[in-house]
């Protein structure tokens, strides 16, 4: 009875312990918790403070104090491995993203996410199988999934993998609701370009005809196709495809000016064919079809037809390329007739005009004003596609990049 007696007043004592134990543990683990709050929030503030005042560099340390005392912190996980890529420290980026997609715990949405800027990361890094493999695994119904698509078109273009280039932007008209049929056409005239060079015909004139199905009459795939028939030895057909080009196209005439003579030599229609040039040369009367038509003139028709044609060209389209190509005429017929005074004076301007003609002559991209001296497609500078004219210019150079 004693016994029981003591429990009755033992036990209210040892519940009132436990409780205080607890009480008094809470009360740790939310001084610790506060403790870290304000650890991050003196970081933060840290960390804000150095971006403010152009230190980067210690701004950053501070972010991943904050990263590292809270694992938790995704987004902020994502600002940094943003920021790291923008400074060109790709490898500590990658190390980020890395670590918010090997996370078992991480939400759907922030996984594509983490993929889509891994992504992004391996291409900075020119490490583009890993770059397709993860841009690969983004859902293409998330919010990542058109600027995923558009990192590997990108990317499939770098690469000149043109079937892989349709793929993608066959899947990103389907997501954007917005054609892309330019590219398309384009790609596959690429694809018909590789063909001819490796004398796959059937090939070659899948991919023409897919080009024109994306585009009818798209002008590349038009000038494809008169190539095609060039190869079969089917003259009169590429001359009669090359019309179109003529008729509908004709500031792509000078791309197939130098084929059309050839068509037209095998067909022993020498003349006939030059007439043609000729006669454009009073729509477009510069750049490459200006050389052509005078080599041509001057190989069939001889010095005396080839200064007249320059001296008719320079009366309604003065240019520097005509008066070169009109001194060069002139040159050799003072050589042949034995002026030497002439010639020597003919000589000089000559090297000047070359010169001067050699250094303006480039052919300009319209987006970003990147200058070339053959013509593409596609820009070199910023892939934009049929941003070139056919037509080579001689303005004064700008301050933009050139090749």
């Not at 004139?205 to 190869?231: M, N, S, T």
């Amino acid at each position: 009875m004693q016994i029981e007696t003591w429990w009755l007043f033992a036990l209210p004592i040892v519940f009132a312990l436990g409780w205080i134990g607890a009480r008094w543990d809470m009360r740790l683990e939310k001084r610790e918790s506060e403790i870290e709050r304000l650890a991050q929030q003196k970081s933060t503030f840290k960390g804000l403070n150095l971006l403010l005042n152009e230190e980067p560099d210690k701004a950053i340390d501070a972010l991943v104090q904050i990263a590292q005392l809270d694992p938790e912190t995704t987004e902020l996980h994502f600002a940094l491995g943003s920021l790291f890529r923008r400074r060109g420290e790709t490898e500590r980026a990658i190390r980020v993203h890395q670590h918010l997609a090997n996370r078992a715990d991480l939400p759907s949405r922030h996984r594509d996410h983490a993929a889509y800027e891994l992504g992004r990361d391996f291409l900075r890094a020119g490490i583009l199988d890993r770059a397709e493999t993860s841009l690969t695994q983004v859902s293409p119904s998330s919010k990542y999934g058109i600027p995923a698509k558009e990192s590997l078109l990108e990317m499939y273009q770098v690469e000149k993998d043109w079937a892989k280039a349709i793929v993608a932007a066959g899947e990103l008209e389907g997501l954007q609701k917005k054609p892309r049929h330019k590219e398309i056409a384009h790609f596959h005239c690429e694809l018909a370009h590789e063909a001819l060079r490796a004398k796959n015909i059937e090939q070659a004139k899948e991919h023409i005809d897919a080009a024109l199905l994306a585009i009818a009459k798209h002008p590349r795939a038009v000038i494809l196709q008169g190539d095609l028939a060039l190869y079969q030895q089917a003259y009169q057909a590429a001359i009669n495809v090359w019309k179109t080009i003529a008729t509908e196209y004709p500031a792509y005439w000078p791309l197939v000016a130098d084929r059309w003579m050839k068509a037209h030599e095998e067909l022993g229609q020498a003349e006939q064919g030059l007439d043609q040039l000729v006669a454009a040369l009073d729509q477009q009367a510069g750049g490459e079809l200006l050389d052509i038509t005078f080599r041509f003139v001057l190989e069939l028709r001889g010095l005396k037809a080839a200064e007249a044609l320059m001296t008719q060209v320079m009366s309604h389209t003065p240019s520097l390329s005509a008066m070169a190509l009109r001194a060069q005429a002139r040159l050799a017929i003072a050589q042949a007739e034995g002026q030497a005074e002439t010639e020597n004076e003919l000589r000089a301007s000559l090297g000047l005009l070359k010169q001067r003609t050699h250094s303006l002559a480039r052919y300009t991209c319209s987006h970003c004003g990147f200058r070339a001296r053959r013509f593409y497609w596609q820009c070199p500078g910023c892939n934009e596609w049929e941003s070139y004219s056919p037509t080579r210019g001689e303005g004064a150079a700008p301050s933009g990049r050139s090749m």
